[in-house]
Nanobody, 119 residues
Framework: QVQLVESGGGVVQAGGSLRLSCVAS????????MGWHRQAPGKQRELVATMSSGGNINYADSVKGRFTISRDNAKNMVYLQMNSLKAEDTAVYYCKANLMSASGWEVSWGQGTQVTVSS
């Protein structure tokens, strides 16, 4: 089973920046898509950004121009650089991977990391 572990969350003032990291570990797997979702209190989980192994990127409209996703395929890592943070970016951020393992296609989620933006 593939495990995802996020890091980099915290508390930041509005206008500040944070960088989230996520690493995938396990045996014999290949990640197709890797990215970030978030869930604010009382709201549904939503897509923030995803990136395919080939470099195709998709951003939520609300973060375009402020957030940047990147991957290190050799290290099975994905990053999310978040700039110009707003109070409405406050949420638990989850790393997600769509991958092929010995068991077939899987969707794996991390445990989440809290991002709090104070206004």
């Amino acid at each position: 089973q593939v495990q995802l572990v996020e890091s980099g969350g915290g508390v930041v003032q509005a206008g500040g920046s944070l960088r989230l990291s996520c690493v995938a570990s396990g045996s014999r797997f290949a990640i197709k898509y890797m990215g970030w979702h978030r869930q604010a209190p009382g709201k549904q989980r939503e897509l923030v950004a995803t990136m395919s192994s080939g470099g195709n990127i998709n951003y939520a409209d609300s973060v375009k121009g402020r957030f940047t996703i990147s991957r290190d395929n050799a290290k099975n890592m994905v990053y999310l650089q978040m700039n110009s943070l707003k109070a409405e970016d406050t949420a638990v951020y989850y790393c997600k991977a769509n991958l092929m393992s010995a068991s077939g296609w899987e969707v794996s989620w991390g445990q989440g990391t809290q991002v709090t933006v104070s206004s």
